[in-house]
């Protein structure tokens, strides 16, 4: 028991442990907004292609705003 809680008294007092930690949390909020932002921009591209293929196939008329 006497070796785990000096571990633990050694990695709570160490500065790379907690740089370590601090770098992970980065990480994972820069991949998280990395999928969100990927996410919108798929989305996006999604809704122009489809409104570009209902103007071309006649869906749409060309009068409509999206076909301009």
Do not use: H, Q
């Amino acid at each position: 028991m006497k070796k785990i809680r000096k571990f633990l008294k050694k990695l709570w007092t160490d500065e790379n442990a907690i740089s370590s930690v601090e770098y992970a949390l980065l990480l994972a909020f820069v991949a998280a907004g990395i999928i969100t932002a990927a996410e919108l921009l798929s989305n996006a591209v999604e809704n122009e292609m489809t409104d570009t293929a209902n103007c071309i196939n006649g869906t749409l008329k060309p009068t409509d705003p999206k076909c301009s």
